[in-house]
C-alpha cells in the first residue's frame, strides 16, 4: 500500500528521501560521522527512505538497517535519536527519485511499492563499513540502501560522483549525489 505524509509542508510518499547534514552529536558517536561528513563530497551526509504508513522510514546507519518513525509533521532528530542510534542531524529537503521521469501514474505506484518492500526485506542487516562495495546487499550503508533498492526498479541512483584525486571513489554511492541528481525540495530544518 502507497502512503503520503506532510513533513515542514513537503509531501512525502513511499519510496521519497529523506536527506539530512550533520546535527550536534556528542562527542563519542558524533565524531566519527563529523569526520565522516567532511571528506564526503557535498552538503548531503545522510538520507532516509520513507515508506509509511504514517511517518514510518527506514534507513541504514551505525545500527544498521532499522525502521523508524517521524514523531510528527516537524523534524525532531533529538526526539527519534534513541531509536536512531544516537543520531542527530538536520533536515536539508526531500528528494523524490521518481519525478520528471514520465512515468504513468500506475508505472510510478508499482516502482514505489518496490521499492518499500526491498527495504523492508533490508531491515535488520549490518551497516556496511564499506563504501566501496556498493554492489553488496548483506550490508549497507545509507546512500547504498537507497541506490540498491532503486535499482531493482530500474533507477540507477549513482551519478559517478568522487572524491577528487581519490581513484576508484566514482563506486560509492554518495547520499550528496542522490540529492543532486533527483528533483528535490529544499526544507531546511536547524
Known amino acids: 500500500m502507497l502512503h503520503h505524509f506532510q513533513i515542514h509542508n513537503a509531501l512525502l510518499q513511499t519510496g521519497d528521501i529523506l536527506c539530512t547534514m550533520d546535527g550536534k552529536q556528542p562527542p563519542l558517536p558524533g565524531e566519527f560521522w563529523r569526520l565522516l ?10 538520507i532516509i527512505l520513507y515508506l509509511g504508513p504514517e511517518g514510518r522510514c527506514v534507513e541504514a546507519g551505525a545500527a544498521g538497517v532499522l525502521l523508524f518513525d517521524l514523531p510528527g509533521p516537524a523534524w525532531d ?5 534513541p531509536r536512531r542510534g544516537g543520531l542527530d542531524d538536520r533536515l536539508k529537503g526531500i528528494a523524490y527519485p521518481l519525478a520528471g521521469r514520465a512515468l504513468s501514474p500506475v508505472e510510478e505506484d508499482a516502482k514505489r511499492l ?6 523492508l526485506e533490508q531491515v535488520g542487516k549490518p551497516y556496511n563499513l564499506n563504501f566501496f562495495a556498493s554492489e553488496r546487499e ?5 546512500s547504498q540502501l537507497a541506490y540498491k533498492a532503486y535499482q531493482q526498479v530500474g533507477i540507477n541512483l549513482n551519478t559517478g560522483l568522487q572524491v577528487p584525486n581519490v581513484p576508484g571513489t566514482q563506486s560509492i554511492i554518495f547520499p550528496t549525489e542522490i540529492w543532486a541528481g533527483c528533483v528535490h525540495q529544499v526544507v531546511e530544518v536547524t
Open 37 to 46: 561528513s567532511r571528506i564526503l563530497p557535498g552538503e548531503i551526509d545522510h
Open 77 to 81: 532528530a533529538r526526539a527519534m535519536a
Open 114 to 119: 518496490q521499492v518499500a518492500n526491498y527495504c
Open 138 to 142: 548483506d550490508a549497507f550503508y545509507c
